[in-house]
């Protein structure tokens, strides 16, 4: 069994790239336990799909049962992200999945 597992995650920038046409990406440092750390990058749609993976596992967290006890937060639309505040979105999902993932295996 593998007992690595995630204790940081830094989104500490956001990359323009032009192939095959123009998107972003968020640039990702995860600091695993055994103290590697890896750069990773992801879109906007990728953190949509994780959100949709974690509202659809945990329906208390998602404010399913009761909207006031929601602890998801509501992703922002795509094009409604200013730069300062897309660094500190993902960053704040990253850490909130980490800890729902930590739940789901108690």
Request: hydrophobic share 30%; aromatic share 18%.
């Amino acid at each position: 069994m593998n007992d690595k597992y995630i204790v940081e995650v830094d989104v500490n920038n956001v990359e323009k790239r032009y192939e095959p046409s123009k998107y972003y990406v968020y640039c990702i440092w995860v600091t695993w336990s055994d103290s590697n750390k890896f750069k990773i990058f992801r879109r906007y749609s990728q953190f949509f799909d994780l959100q949709c993976r974690l509202l659809d596992k945990f329906k208390k967290e998602a404010g399913y049962f009761n909207p006031n006890e929601r602890e998801i937060p509501f992703l922002p639309g795509k094009k409604g992200i200013s730069l300062s505040f897309g660094l500190k979105y993902p960053a704040s999902f990253l850490n909130l999945s980490k800890s729902l993932h930590c739940k789901s295996k108690n």
